[in-house]
């Protein structure tokens, strides 16, 4: 499958709704062709994150990323957990901390602004997404992801795509230094959450 500048330029409108998308040339935000999931290509991801970044690597079929999507209880919320790269902080079963692509602008280096009022200055970090209404739990996402241990004071789930490597990488490194800048390494459990098989899927359906 080849991906032609005018299949790009849709699935950006459909699944990222970045902040001026329609007036910026989406192959510089580092798209790249995938075929679904690719163990070797996430593992070299991975081994390009700092070395003291411990993580837990998972893998979201299609199922998984509706079940995700359908936690919302209105169409707003639902929209909002829909997107590919998302950041949720748990602290017990609650979720304190949420942050989406579509919310964060670009930067003149074509990149995502995760921490563009400051947001991770502090932590947890200061949510992006309103939380007014989320009943969202790590519970639920336990439920969807089995794997999720959830015996840290802390869980993140990060949401992630080979698709867009540049972006993911910034948006999993904006994490890191937040847990590192003030110590939670020991008190939090991480797992990157790669998407590559719902973008592909979606890719797909607007050929």
Known sequence: MKINNAKIIVLFGLLLSFSSCNTLAPML???REIHG???EQCEKFYKKLPKDFEFTPLVCNEKQFMQVSELGTDSMQMKNLYQPLKIMYF???SLVSFHINCYCPPTLGFNLNWNFNHQFDEFPPATTVPL???TVTRS???TIFPEIKGEADYTVLIFWTNMLH???KREIKTVYKNLKKFQQFNNTEV????NDIMMTKSLEEVE
């Open 29 to 31: 935000f580092g798209f």
């Open 37 to 39: 999931y690719d163990a």
């Open 91 to 93: 602290h017990g079963d």
């Open 132 to 134: 007014n209404g989320m």
């Open 140 to 142: 639920q996402m336990r």
């Open 166 to 168: 540049k972006v993911s």
């Open 191 to 194: 797992y990157l959450i790669n």
